[in-house]
């Protein structure tokens, strides 16, 4: 497992250092100005300049890069960068994205002119609220709210100081960064998060002493799913950790607090989210539990074979960081089952790992999945545990502890323990 | 087919799929609805506006349009 650990750093150092240097001296400038022409035709734009930057018309009318303006303003993994255009009386009257690092799967009809056409038209001063004059979409709350925030602010700014126009009080910037996180803290799916998670780490430590505990797993599981999964809808993925390493910060509170959860409860309880709360290895042993002959895969072979979600993990690590595009490493079946979006092709994968369940216990897990990869290389010996027959995952009685996902069925207390 | 053949089957068709997906992650791009009006843009680009000397800036060119 040294050798793994050593070999991801090395990897993401690499890819890192690589990817920073080929954009350095290859990259091109991402010229903006290309929609112009598709966004107003009729409308002859002169070379940008002023402070923010924004391209004059002769027809009082502006286009401005909004991450020009109000760079500051995050959606779930970095800013959402829009080429808006406004007339002198503070009209949208067009917009594009023009970049954004959210997952695609969650913000798919986000991109779509039918959703953006809903902002033309609209005055600066119009407040832009979510499910108040502007449509939610469901999973994709945070991001909505990021581009509905940056059309408001962007807009607003240059209103002001290109027109003249008196509009409703500019947040600072400042201001801007921490009140989408104050928001957050009040929400109520960020408490019933830390309420699950919690309960679930109590317990996991209660069923260590107590084995009755242990059918308290299954309702774990079940909620995990339920919660985590359909209603939340934001499983601990592989590209939370890729957004922090490319520095995409969030500006959602629930992203820190599921990151730095799990990542945490790793040095205590291993891999606890694994065995406990994920909900696609709830879904996985749930089927993997109904009765029906399962393949009889010999030891070696199983355990040559659990080495393939690492080196899963170190190439997609490398193109990921390499490249600066996490949206490149999106194979995880969770993205793609609680988003309820995704291609022909992930679908197709996510009904295969659902079925192989039937044949090979959790199979998904043991084999493919970059977070119980990730999560196993950080896990810290623990004793205890010697898997017994009746593990979820299979696990032969010596393996290593980074492939147990702690459900505390075979865990027995060592003399030395007290 | 024993159920070693099974489970290599499998784990093929996982990893070719996982590839697969990947893969398609990657160019997808290249295969978008809006594919056509970028082409459209760069071929014009290609065609007239880089032979007028001017940059890729398409502000410039229907400056000058305009002027003429």
């Given at each position: 497992m040294?050798?793994y650990r050593?070999?991801f750093?090395?990897?993401v150092?690499?890819?890192?250092?690589?990817?920073?240097?080929?954009?350095?001296?290859?990259?091109?400038?991402?010229?903006?100005?290309?929609?112009?022409?598709?966004?107003?035709?009729?409308?002859?734009?002169?070379?940008?300049?002023?402070?923010?930057?924004?391209?004059?018309?002769?027809?009082?009318?502006?286009?401005?890069?909004?991450?020009?303006?109000?760079?500051?303003?995050?959606?779930y993994a970095?800013?959402?960068?829009?080429?808006?255009?406004?007339?002198?009386?503070?009209?949208?009257?067009?917009?594009?994205?023009?970049?954004?690092?959210?997952t695609?799967?969650y913000?798919?009809?986000?991109?779509?002119?039918?959703?953006?056409?809903?902002?033309?038209?609209?005055?600066?001063?119009?407040?832009?609220?979510?499910?108040?004059?502007?449509?939610?979409?469901?999973?994709?709350?945070v991001?909505?709210?990021?581009?509905?925030?940056?059309?408001?602010?962007?807009?607003?700014?240059?209103?002001?100081?290109?027109?003249?126009?008196?509009?409703?009080?500019?947040?600072?910037?400042?201001?801007?960064?921490?009140?989408?996180l104050?928001?957050k803290a009040?929400r109520?799916e960020t408490i019933i998060y830390l309420a699950l998670f919690l309960s679930a780490l109590s317990l996991y430590w209660?069923s260590r002493?107590?084995?009755?505990?242990?059918?308290?797993r299954?309702?774990s599981l079940a909620l995990g799913i339920g919660v985590i999964g359909l209603y939340l809808s934001t499983p601990f993925s592989i590209l939370h950790i890729y957004n922090i390493l490319l520095?995409r910060l969030s500006?959602s509170l629930m992203f820190y607090i599921l990151v730095s959860s799990i990542l945490l409860s790793l040095f205590i309880a291993g891999r606890f989210y694994c065995g406990w709360l994920c909900p696609f290895g709830a879904l996985s042993e749930?089927?993997?539990?109904?009765?029906?002959?399962?393949?009889?895969?010999?030891?070696?072979?199983?355990?040559?074979?659990?080495?393939?979600k690492y080196?899963?993990l170190?190439?997609v690590t490398?193109?990921v960081?390499?490249?600066?595009?996490p949206?490149?490493g999106v194979?995880e079946t969770y993205i793609?089952l609680f988003s309820?979006?995704?291609?022909?092709?992930?679908?197709?994968?996510?009904?295969?790992?659902?079925?192989?369940?039937?044949?090979?216990?959790r199979?998904w897990c043991r084999?493919l999945c970059p977070v119980g990869a990730l999560t196993g290389m950080v896990t810290l010996p623990a004793?205890?545990?010697?898997?017994?027959?009746?593990?979820p995952v299979?696990?032969?009685?010596?393996?290593?502890i980074s492939e147990c996902i702690r459900c505390n069925?075979?865990?027995?207390?060592?003399?030395?323990?007290? | 087919?024993?159920?070693?053949?099974?489970?290599?089957?499998?784990?093929?068709?996982?990893?070719?799929?996982?590839?697969?997906?990947?893969?398609?992650?990657?160019?997808?791009?290249?295969?978008?609805?809006?594919?056509?009006?970028?082409?459209?843009?760069?071929?014009?680009?290609?065609?007239?506006?880089?032979?007028?000397?001017?940059?890729?800036?398409?502000?410039?060119?229907?400056?000058?349009?305009?002027?003429?």
């Amino acid at each position: 497992m040294r050798g793994y650990r050593i070999t991801f750093l090395i990897i993401v150092l690499l890819s890192v250092a690589s990817g920073y240097l080929v954009k350095r001296y290859t990259a091109r400038e991402f010229d903006e100005s290309l929609y112009l022409k598709e966004l107003a035709p009729d409308i002859l734009f002169y070379e940008k300049r002023g402070d923010p930057p924004y391209y004059p018309s002769d027809r009082g009318i502006i286009a401005f890069n909004s991450y020009d303006v109000r760079p500051e303003i995050r959606g779930y993994a970095g800013p959402i960068k829009l080429l808006i255009i406004i007339d002198n009386s503070g009209i949208i009257r067009a917009l594009k994205i023009l970049e954004h690092r959210e997952t695609r799967n969650y913000v798919h009809y986000m991109e779509t002119q039918e959703y953006l056409s809903q902002f033309v038209g609209k005055s600066v001063m119009d407040p832009f609220e979510i499910d108040r004059d502007i449509d939610g979409i469901s999973r994709a709350t945070v991001s909505v709210q990021a581009l509905a925030r940056t059309v408001r602010e962007s807009s607003r700014t240059m209103a002001e100081k290109v027109f003249g126009l008196k509009v409703p009080t500019v947040t600072s910037p400042l201001r801007t960064v921490t009140s989408p996180l104050e928001e957050k803290a009040s929400r109520p799916e960020t408490i019933i998060y830390l309420a699950l998670f919690l309960s679930a780490l109590s317990l996991y430590w209660i069923s260590r002493r107590e084995k009755g505990f242990l059918r308290f797993r299954d309702i774990s599981l079940a909620l995990g799913i339920g919660v985590i999964g359909l209603y939340l809808s934001t499983p601990f993925s592989i590209l939370h950790i890729y957004n922090i390493l490319l520095m995409r910060l969030s500006s959602s509170l629930m992203f820190y607090i599921l990151v730095s959860s799990i990542l945490l409860s790793l040095f205590i309880a291993g891999r606890f989210y694994c065995g406990w709360l994920c909900p696609f290895g709830a879904l996985s042993e749930f089927i993997s539990r109904i009765p029906s002959r399962k393949w009889s895969i010999p030891e070696e072979i199983d355990r040559k074979w659990r080495r393939l979600k690492y080196l899963l993990l170190f190439f997609v690590t490398f193109l990921v960081l390499f490249t600066g595009v996490p949206e490149f490493g999106v194979y995880e079946t969770y993205i793609t089952l609680f988003s309820f979006n995704g291609t022909i092709l992930q679908w197709t994968f996510v009904l295969l790992m659902i079925l192989a369940n039937l044949r090979v216990r959790r199979f998904w897990c043991r084999y493919l999945c970059p977070v119980g990869a990730l999560t196993g290389m950080v896990t810290l010996p623990a004793s205890g545990y010697r898997s017994s027959g009746e593990c979820p995952v299979d696990n032969p009685p010596d393996l290593h502890i980074s492939e147990c996902i702690r459900c505390n069925r075979c865990f027995r207390r060592e003399p030395c323990e007290g | 087919m024993r159920d070693r053949g099974r489970f290599y089957l499998l784990i093929v068709l996982s990893i070719f799929l996982v590839l697969l997906i990947i893969v398609n992650n990657i160019f997808q791009d290249f295969f978008s609805k809006e594919i056509g009006a970028y082409l459209e843009r760069r071929f014009y680009y290609e065609r007239v506006i880089s032979k007028k000397g001017l940059s890729l800036h398409r502000a410039m060119y229907w400056r000058e349009e305009k002027r003429e």
